[in-house]
């Protein structure tokens, strides 16, 4: 039944005022299904009401009505003991906060509420204003590596920030997790120890997870510093960090052309995984030497067709490089 009369509306209202939780169920879950915006108001109420079940369903009724002049009210789920009602009131924020809200997240951030300050950090990732980075320092230091964690990877998202020395330590944090983001991070800072700093975590490192993300990120990089470590990581223990130096190697040997990585990656065309074979093919393409040739030769007729393409795809580039090479001379004369 569609309900057009006020009196009718309030029939509801009232009922959401129960001291039955099932009458207040009942109520909300109306609410919700009317999705009349002159009930933002009351809907807003039922965020404080003692069940977690009648907050959910508010949170998920104010987000169905997409009104940004609700992010105030629902900020305090977040840090709600109720770990469903954070996840839900986390969501809908996501939805509704923008610039706008910056100021209003700042705020609340000062609050002395894990949750809350780690959702809120989450939060922040939106709007990548580097105007949150005085507020996100202080919980790189923090006693919870929950927010050590949030904030590292936050720090990824605010524009224009390159340097950051206090994100620095957490690649050496002891909490695993914690290095894992700070690993993705050091890849978008430029400070002078990053390189060195990825470079040993992804050789010493316990985590492999770790490990894999020091690779990422020195991708993202592409600096030949970090060749060394590279060389040695393609036999690293875990396939994943196998590939994703593969690929490292790949970026940097696109405008470095250093033939020390050549036997690493000949062995790594016989790995037991196809993703790190075709992408260690990828890389001795991008080398250009005929050094690598007969090994590529050989990877053609690899059981997996992908790699066998990319290894014949290696071997006309190489032999497009020494082409290009044999016609310098004419050019100049």
């Given at each position: 039944m569609f309900i057009t009369q006020d009196s009718e509306l309030q029939e509801w209202i009232d009922l959401l005022k129960s001291p039955d939780l099932n009458d207040r169920l009942v109520a909300i879950k109306t609410l919700q299904h009317l999705g009349d915006e002159e009930t933002i108001d009351v809907v807003v109420t039922a965020l404080k009401d003692e069940s977690p079940a009648v907050q959910k369903i508010a949170i998920a009724t104010l987000w169905e009505f997409a009104n940004p002049q609700v992010i105030p009210d629902i900020l305090p789920s977040l840090g709600s003991p109720d770990e469903e009602v954070r996840t839900i009131a986390l969501s809908t924020l996501g939805e509704l906060v923008s610039q706008d809200?910056?100021?209003?997240?700042?705020?609340?951030?000062?609050?002395?509420?894990?949750?809350?300050?780690?959702?809120?950090?989450?939060?922040?990732?939106?709007?990548?204003?580097?105007?949150?980075?005085?507020?996100?320092?202080?919980?790189?230091?923090?006693?919870?590596?929950?927010?050590?964690?949030?904030?590292?990877?936050t720090l990824r998202y605010l524009n224009q920030v390159k340097i950051s020395p206090p994100a620095l330590p957490l690649l050496a944090d002891p909490i695993d997790f914690v290095r894992r983001e700070a690993a993705l991070t050091l890849g978008h800072l430029a400070d002078p120890e990053v390189i060195p700093l990825l470079s040993q975590a992804l050789l010493k490192d316990p985590d492999w997870q770790v490990?894999?993300?020091?690779?990422?990120?020195?991708?993202?990089?592409g600096d030949p510093i970090a060749i060394p470590a590279l060389i040695t990581a393609i036999a690293d223990d875990h396939w994943q960090v196998r590939r994703f130096t593969a690929q490292a190697?790949?970026?940097?040997?696109?405008?470095?052309?250093?033939?020390e990585v050549i036997p690493a990656l000949v062995a790594a065309l016989a790995d037991e995984y196809p993703d790190v074979r075709k992408d260690a093919a990828i890389a001795?393409?991008?080398?250009g030497s005929p050094l690598a040739n007969s090994a590529l030769q050989q990877a053609i007729d690899d059981p997996d067709r992908e790699v066998s393409i990319q290894a014949e795809r290696a071997i006309q580039r190489i032999n497009q490089a020494l082409q290009a090479q044999s016609l310098e001379p004419s050019v100049q004369e």
């Open positions: 809200s910056l100021l209003l997240l700042l705020d609340a951030l000062q609050q002395d509420n894990l949750h809350l300050q780690r959702n809120i950090l989450i939060l922040l990732r939106k709007i990548h204003d580097a105007q949150s980075l005085p507020y996100l320092l202080p919980f790189l230091a923090s006693n919870h590596p929950e927010l050590r964690e949030a904030a590292i990877t490990r894999r993300n020091a690779a990422k990120a020195l991708t993202i990089h190697l790949q970026k940097i040997l696109q405008t470095t052309k250093n033939e001795l393409g991008n080398l």
